[in-house]
């Protein structure tokens, strides 16, 4: 074989090696790609059902004048996720730590008045300094809920929260009867887009076997015409806008 052979094949399998490389990388760009935009596709533990609660409540101050009711209005949102264990799963994992963090509002102006409240042992909220979340809340998997104590069932449970927007309204009435619901908020003539904003989380599960999985909820609140009609509800069970990734 002739010299000048030898180097056409010697660099056609340069080549050859260079093309083989190339089409790796550009298989792991486009799986890195996916997976940042698509996520996990079989996790352990998944959310099941979100529902939303939206209303009002008012609570009682100082009297100015001689009328019957004075309350300053409080604008809530009760929040129920609920973990389920993946059905198409198929392998053994148990729920070690459940994890609420990076808490953030995002409003025009009075963000600070917007507290967020853990439940009670009962599983209602009580809005008491010793229920409210700071900067993140973390549920330790056991083999029983015990919300008070920050335990979760490993195999899943039901996280409950309240969102308050404190003090957006003041009422002093005379009326015979105030009903304590959205509607005290149009009797304080609140302004309804002033009420919104949104909170948003990232939810973390991590399992036994010492993985972590993160994923951002993000929340319009308050939910329904709320003035009007006193409450706003709303159930969710479509999650394809919330991405779990891997830690």
Known sequence: MKISELKDKKIFHV??????I??????????????????????PFEISKMIIVSTAEGKEIEATGNEKW?????????????INKNEDYKGNANIKN??????????????????????????RISEEDKYLVQNYVTY?????????????????????????????????????EII?????????????????????????????????????ISLNLPEGKILEEGKGQIE????DDIIFKRE
């Open 98 to 123: 459940l994890s609420i963090e990076n808490i953030n509002i995002q409003k025009a102006e009075g963000a600070e008045k917007i507290k967020l409240y853990r439940a009670n042992g009962a599983g």
């Open 15 to 20: 080549w050859m090696i260079i093309a083989i």
């Open 180 to 216: 304590h619901d959205g509607t005290l908020l149009a009797k304080g003539n609140a302004n309804e887009e002033n009420l919104k904003y949104t909170l948003s989380f990232d939810l973390v599960i991590e399992t036994n076997k010492g993985i972590k999985y993160r994923g951002t």
């Open 140 to 176: 330790a998997g056991e083999e029983d809920s015990d919300l008070e104590n920050l335990k979760i069932d490993n195999q899943g449970g039901i996280l409950v929260f309240r969102s308050v927007n404190e003090n957006v309204c003041e009422i002093r009435s005379n009326e015979e």
């Open 70 to 82: 004075n309350f300053s209005v409080s604008q809530n949102n009760d929040i129920y996720i609920s």
């Open 22 to 43: 190339a089409i790796i990388l550009i298989i792991a760009g486009i799986i890195m790609l996916r997976y940042q935009v698509e996520g996990e596709s079989n996790l």
């Open 236 to 239: 969710k069970t479509n999650f």
